[in-house]
């Protein structure tokens, strides 16, 4: 389970072109990146709830 302090996802990106990317599937955090390549972060309900916790390099 994603928890605040303890995970932290890493992407070579800006947050303003990761959000559009993100939707809520059945209960699971999805980011959609095209051609079938996706991330799922389960159990976590709402996108906002881990913005923090998303580092850009």
Do not use: E, H, K, Y
Not at 35 to 43: F, I, K, V
């Amino acid at each position: 389970m994603f928890a605040t302090g303890f995970n932290a996802v890493q992407m070579l990106s800006r947050m303003a072109d990761l959000a559009p990317l993100a939707s809520v599937i059945n209960g699971n955090v999805v980011f959609d990146f095209g051609d079938g390549n996706t991330l799922t972060l389960a159990n976590i309900a709402l996108v906002g709830s881990i913005m923090d916790d998303i580092t850009l390099i």
